[in-house]
């Protein structure tokens, strides 16, 4: 499975933390930025990471800013994916399970890395459940 990444300074650290947790289970990733902690646009990394998981370069993106929020609404404006911000591992795996969500976004200044890892493994480990799950998502499109 190919990860995309992506983040704006308020979420650097905390993706830094995931790419090398991902890495360490034998995920492989691919960083869309940013590289620094430097104040930058968070809808540009979004775009960048949720582009390779439409082109099919990626199987899904993970983004990450000061809250996850704004990545979230970034993320969301892109015909096709399905983001959904994460708090803990409970809306993770659901936000898989029954809504098929391609990209899930975390706050590097709302949670942390222990909890990043748990989210990350349940939203990984989930899968789709169809059914019901899939009319509601056809509607979407």
């Not at 990733?29 to 902690?37: A, R, S």
Request: hydrophobic content about 40%; glycine content about 10%.
């Amino acid at each position: 499975m190919k990860i995309a990444l992506g983040s704006d300074h308020g979420g650097f650290y905390l993706k830094e933390h995931i790419k090398k947790y991902l890495q360490n289970k034998g995920y492989e990733v691919k960083d869309f930025g940013t590289d620094k902690e430097v104040s930058c646009d968070y809808p540009v990394y979004a775009k960048l990471a949720c582009c390779a998981v439409l082109d099919g370069d990626c199987d899904c993106a993970m983004l990450f800013c000061g809250t996850g929020i704004g990545v979230s609404i970034a993320a969301n404006k892109i015909k096709g994916i399905r983001a959904a911000l994460c708090s803990d591992p409970v809306s993770a795996a659901l936000a898989k399970q029954h809504n098929n969500a391609n990209c899930i976004t975390l706050g590097g200044r709302i949670i942390g890395p222990v909890m990043a890892e748990a989210i990350v493994d349940a939203y990984l480990t989930a899968e789709f459940e169809g059914g019901r799950h899939k009319n509601r998502i056809d509607m979407l499109e």
